[in-house]
T-cell receptor, first 119, second 115 residues
Framework: DTGVSQDPRHKITKRGQNVTFRCDPISEHNRLYWYRQTLGQGPEFLTYFQNEAQLEKSRLLSDRFSAERPKGSFSTLEIQRTEQGDSAMYLC?????????????????FGDGTRLSIL | AQSVTQPDIHITVSEGASLELRCNYSYGATPYLFWYVQSPGQGLQLLLKYFSGDTLVQGIKGFEAEFKRSQSSFNLRKPSVHWSDAAEYFCAVGGLTGGGNKLTFGTGTQLKVEL
């Protein structure tokens, strides 16, 4: 069990640039979540996938944000035309849900996050 | 809508003293409750979880939490704190509402341990 891996750990970019983050979940996990955490706050849900299907997106996820999980394994989160308010820690988590989907109670395992700073 | 309140933003305890971190939740159905710990610059590590059954749950690192439905609380406790427990602690609620168990977190409690 290598845990959830996120890359890069830190990203500094100028306002208006595009950025992309990658998350590699625990290998057998079929569910993958993205959260955003700003300073002094708890993580806030952004979106989640079951296998390759994106099943829900938060209202926090503006049109400038897009997430993919093309083969049901790793996922990418892209932010276009970054703004100052995008500065945050972006956390990825994964879990294993049963075939019937009735095991929604499986705990989520988090990566160490990508810290984004917008200059 | 589900929500979590952690009323204590900062708590300072002496090493060896007991600890209780408060968590109150609002949820329309049977909640799944979690406590996570976060060290600076790191992700979240799961301490313990409650889904059903025994309302007193044991976790890692000597932590325990008690689910009290009548008080909508899920307080975290440890009988004797170690200096390495200094970190930020988050309570979270999720559940089987068709929402994929997305978690709603509290704002966290920063724990400082005095030697």
């Amino acid at each position: 069990d290598t845990g959830v891996s996120q890359d890069p750990r830190h990203k500094i970019t100028k306002r208006g640039q595009n950025v992309t983050f990658r998350c590699d979940p625990i290998s057998e996990h079929n569910r993958l979540y993205w959260y955003r955490q700003t300073l002094g706050q708890g993580p806030e849900f952004l979106t989640y996938f079951q296998n390759e299907a994106q099943l829900e997106k938060s209202r926090l996820l503006s049109d400038r944000f897009s997430a993919e999980r093309p083969k049901g394994s790793f996922s990418t989160l892209e932010i276009q035309r970054t703004e100052q308010g995008d500065s945050a820690m972006y956390l990825c988590a994964s879990s294993l849900v049963g075939v019937t989907g009735n095991e929604d109670n499986q705990p989520q395992h988090f990566g160490d996050g990508t810290r984004l700073s917008i200059l | 809508a589900q929500s979590v309140t952690q009323p204590d933003i900062h708590i300072t305890v002496s090493e060896g003293a007991s600890l209780e971190l408060r968590c109150n939740y609002s949820y329309g159905a049977t909640p799944y409750l979690f406590w996570y710990v976060q060290s600076p610059g790191q992700g979240l590590q799961l301490l313990l979880k409650y889904f059903s059954g025994d309302t007193l749950v044991q976790g890692i690192k000597g932590f325990e939490a008690e689910f009290k439905r009548s008080q909508s609380s899920f307080n975290l406790r440890k009988p004797s704190v170690h200096w390495s427990d200094a970190a930020e602690y988050f309570c979270a609620v999720g559940g089987l509402t068709g929402g994929g168990n997305k978690l709603t977190f509290g704002t966290g409690t920063q724990l400082k341990v005095e030697l």
